[in-house]
Structures are given as C-alpha cells and as structure tokens.
C-alpha cells in the first residue's frame, strides 16, 4: 500500500487509503516475497499509518491466533448496554475466538452500524491470503468442487455422465425420491463449491443481534464477500470456533441452513 501512494493527488487521504486497501482486497492473495521491505519514512506513518488503525487493530489484523475470527460489536444505541452483556454472559471468549482482544467492542473505533464491512477497510488482513500453499491448494480443491458440481447437473439434465457425482445421485435414489435425491447432491456439492471459497467467519454484533440476542455469523471469501450467513445464539458461536478448529464447520445448521451470499 505504501508503495502505491501517490503522494501528489488531490484525492483525500482517507479516500485514497480506502481506495488501496480495497484493491489489496481485491485481489485476495498477495505472495509476500514480492512485496518489497520497505521501512516506512515518519512522513508515511504520520500520513498513512497512523490515521489507518491503531497498533492494537493492526495486532489483531496482523495475530490471528488459532481461530483467526473476531466478534465486531456495529451498535452502541441508547439502552443497548444491557443486551450487550446478556450477549456475553455465558460465552467463554476463549473458545470463541481464541483471545479476548478479538472482542472489538469501541463506539469510537467500531460504530458502523449495518456497515460491518468496513471492518475490512482496516484488517484486510482478515480475508487476504498470504500462504502461496492454502492459496493454491484451495484453487485446486475449487476446480474440483465445480466440476463435481457441474458433472452432478448436467447428470440430471440427462446427459451421459459417470463419475463420483453419478453415483452420489444414484446412491442417493435408493432412499429418496429421484428428484429430492437430485437436489440433495445437489446441496451437497455446492456446499462443497462455498467451502473451498472460504477464508475466515466473523461475528457481528449488530441491532438485529442487540435485539434478538442472535448473532451475525458471517463466512467470507479471500475478496471479503459474503459465502453465507446466518444468525446464532451465541452459544453456538462459542461452538463455531471448535468446529473451524476441526474442518467440521461445514456440517452444521449454522452453514447449511446459511442464506448464500450475492456473490455465490
């Protein structure tokens, strides 16, 4: 980002910050040895730095820890304080999110309202890729998913097709109906399709969540957009920290029964 600074245009420089940070989203994998080690001047840190995030945002942009999500509290409305609370009276921030510091709970910092995504503006870090390894690996395991998952569609559409999906599909007509059966596999593999886009989840505590004591659970892709989402007690939030720990998250309701995202 420094590096692309244009230190001549008329562009504010919160303006041009979130129009870098943005590209650098875009792109969603960055290898770090192409990214030159640069030592920013006082010039850059008084200028670009400092006014980005604080060194606290960039330890918990730049520490994931084991879990890697944070809880991002968006509402600070009149009254809101006791839901607040109730929301963490029974959740052990540990579980959840590895470290108590990912609770990112300040009015001045956070009050986004339904804006969550500026959480992005200041840690891309949270969805960009810097591990060329998960980064290819994931491309390769995506391939797979979406062949498996057009093999699976056209199969129904009544095309000569064979391969895993086929027998998924025929499996699957043993104990359902044939079209249930079909749209089953089908669930199945664009489940997988969605999994192999995701790069983090974050919880969002926002006024539907004050409200309904339901928090927003939100898995992203290496872009910072929406796979799926869904709401949560929050003590199956607790429970989403153990299940990405294990790769089992894409078992449960709160994934399956998740709306799917624009994007996907």
Same mark, same amino acid.
């Not at 084991?66 to 809880?71: D, K, N, P, R, Y």
């Not at 599909?169 to 249930?180: F, G, H, K, T, Y």
């Not at 796979?227 to 078992?251: C, I, K, N, T, Y």
């Given at each position: 980002?420094?590096?692309?600074?244009?230190?001549?245009?008329?562009?504010?420089?919160?303006?041009?910050?979130?129009?870098?940070?943005?590209?650098? @989203?875009?792109?969603?994998?960055?290898?770090?040895?192409?990214?030159?080690?640069?030592?920013?001047?006082?010039?850059?840190?008084?200028?670009?730095?400092?006014?980005?995030?604080?060194?606290f945002q960039r330890a918990v942009a730049t520490e994931p820890g084991q879990i890697g999500s944070i809880w991002l509290?968006?509402?600070?409305?009149?009254?809101?304080?006791?839901?607040?609370?109730?929301? &963490?009276e029974n959740v052990d921030l540990f579980n959840t999110l590895d470290d108590e510091d990912r609770l990112l709970d300040?009015?001045?910092?956070?009050?986004?309202?339904?804006?969550?995504?500026?959480?992005?503006?200041?840690?891309?870090?949270?969805?960009?890729?810097?591990?060329?390894?998960?980064?290819?690996?994931?491309?390769?395991?995506?391939?797979?998913?979406?062949?498996?998952?057009?093999?699976?569609?056209?199969?129904?559409?009544?095309?000569? @097709?064979?391969?895993?999906?086929?027998?998924?599909?025929?499996?699957?007509?043993?104990?359902?109906?044939?079209?249930?059966?079909?749209?089953?596999? &089908?669930? @199945?593999?664009?489940?997988?399709?969605?999994?192999?886009?995701?790069?983090?989840?974050?919880?969002?505590?926002?006024?539907?969540?004050?409200?309904?004591?339901? &928090?927003? &659970?939100?898995?992203?892709?290496?872009?910072?957009?929406?796979?799926?989402?869904?709401?949560?007690?929050?003590?199956?939030?607790?429970?989403?920290?153990?299940?990405?720990?294990?790769?089992?998250?894409?078992?449960?309701?709160?994934?399956m029964e998740a709306e799917i995202g624009d994007n996907y």
């Amino acid at each position: 980002m420094r590096q692309n600074w244009d230190i001549s245009s008329s562009t504010a420089p919160t303006d041009q910050l979130r129009h870098l940070v943005r590209l650098y @989203i875009g792109a969603g994998y960055h290898d770090p040895t192409t990214l030159p080690s640069i030592t920013p001047t006082d010039d850059q840190v008084t200028t670009i730095l400092q006014p980005w995030r604080t060194p606290f945002q960039r330890a918990v942009a730049t520490e994931p820890g084991q879990i890697g999500s944070i809880w991002l509290r968006t509402d600070y409305s009149a009254e809101s304080e006791g839901a607040h609370e109730s929301l &963490l009276e029974n959740v052990d921030l540990f579980n959840t999110l590895d470290d108590e510091d990912r609770l990112l709970d300040d009015e001045d910092l956070y009050d986004f309202g339904q804006e969550w995504q500026k959480i992005l503006d200041l840690m891309p870090e949270l969805v960009v890729s810097t591990d060329a390894s998960t980064w290819h690996s994931s491309l390769t395991l995506l391939t797979k998913a979406e062949d498996e998952l057009d093999k699976a569609k056209a199969y129904l559409a009544g095309e000569d @097709i064979q391969g895993a999906p086929v027998e998924l599909i025929e499996s699957m007509r043993n104990i359902l109906p044939a079209d249930q059966a079909g749209e089953s596999v &089908l669930r @199945i593999l664009r489940s997988k399709v969605h999994k192999t886009c995701v790069v983090n989840y974050i919880l969002v505590e926002d006024s539907e969540a004050l409200e309904t004591q339901q &928090l927003l &659970l939100i898995f992203l892709d290496a872009h910072g957009r929406v796979v799926r989402s869904s709401r949560v007690p929050p003590d199956q939030a607790e429970q989403m920290g153990g299940f990405w720990l294990d790769g089992s998250w894409d078992e449960v309701d709160e994934w399956m029964e998740a709306e799917i995202g624009d994007n996907y």
